[in-house]
């Protein structure tokens, strides 16, 4: 069971309950707790125990839907013990989305240290219990405000704390929110100052990367945005030499959706990738300008950008067929005479 924000069913505060939410930015949690926030899960948690006590229920688990900004500032730690002695099954999943200061204010989330406050917490409690139990992060890339000096400092706190997300996403606008606003107009709406919004297929492409930047189909990517922000001192963090040798020299797994083509990719694509693939099958060449010469002992390019050389052709080699003669292209008794 669960949902967005589940735990944090109740109301806010009294003031709430009579004026409805604070205008302006003004938030309940975000940079800091408000000093009228009433914490309290006593109703959710009576809710989770009755679905425990019913027969036949073995088990309850939340996948998601805690805030757990929300969470941490509760001094009573039942719903938090129970939550993890009872309600996990194995893995839980939360939102700290970003971790640098000027993304998450423009979330209107709380700054990083909050979560890893939740985080070294959620592990006592698990030892605890004697439970191996993980937390998923919930990430996200290009957010506006994000620059791509934020997507570096992400990839580092990332390799920091040892986590590897499988799934990233992209920030994609949805109506009705102050993130969308953003994105459409480039402005904070509560300050009127400008918000950096990553358009470019690039940029996304390679905040995007920097987010799993432990695959090695983003490793050009990766070593590409470290060199543009200036942190080559993070290359040999987040790249191994296998791939920081890729990356250099253009011989990495298929480029990310979006991102330009390094050089030299791209060249055998379309029609032209359909005779190299002839080629390297053996086949003549079709169409104008094809040289066998030219790409002999070179490496080819086919689907997906993966290289490798042509089919029985070694360093110096034409890989292509026989050439054939003027006597074995002429009819059998007319010699000199060749075939329509």
Sequence with gaps: MGGPTANFRAPSCTQQLEKGVCKGA?????????????????EYLAILR????????????????????????????????????????????????HCAPAVLRAMG???VEVYERFEKRFYELSRQAGREQYLVPYLLSSHPGSTLRDAVALAAWLHKHNLR???????????????????????????????????????????????????????????????????????????????????????????AKGSPPAKGEGKNTGKKDASARGRAAGKAPTGRGNDWGKTAGKASIGRGGKPGKAAGSSAGTPAGPPRRSRKDNSKPGRPGRRRA
Aim: proline share 10%; hydrophobic share 35%; aromatic share 8%.
């Design 26 to 42: 003004r938030r309940c949690l975000a940079p800091l707790p408000c000093p009228k926030l009433r914490v309290d899960h006593s």
């Design 50 to 97: 009755k679905m425990r006590a019913l027969p036949g229920v073995k088990k309850v688990f939340i996948r998601s839907g805690i805030r757990f900004d929300y969470l941490v500032h509760d001094r009573d730690e039942r719903f938090f013990r129970e939550l993890v002695e009872h309600h996990v099954s194995g893995q839980l999943k939360v939102a700290p989305e």
């Design 109 to 111: 989330k709380p700054p």
């Design 165 to 255: 997300p499988e799934q990233v996403q992209d920030f994609y606008p949805t109506p009705g929110t102050v993130s969308t606003c953003m994105f459409y107009t480039g402005l904070d709406p509560y300050t009127g100052e400008e918000v950096h919004v990553p358009r470019k297929d690039e940029e996304k492409a390679l905040q995007r990367a920097l987010l799993q930047y432990f695959l090695p189909k983003n490793a050009r990517l990766v070593h590409k945005a470290l060199l543009q922000c200036h942190r080559e001192d993070l290359i040999p963090v987040l790249l191994p030499a296998s791939a920081r040798r890729g990356a250099q020299t253009g011989t990495s797994t298929p480029r």
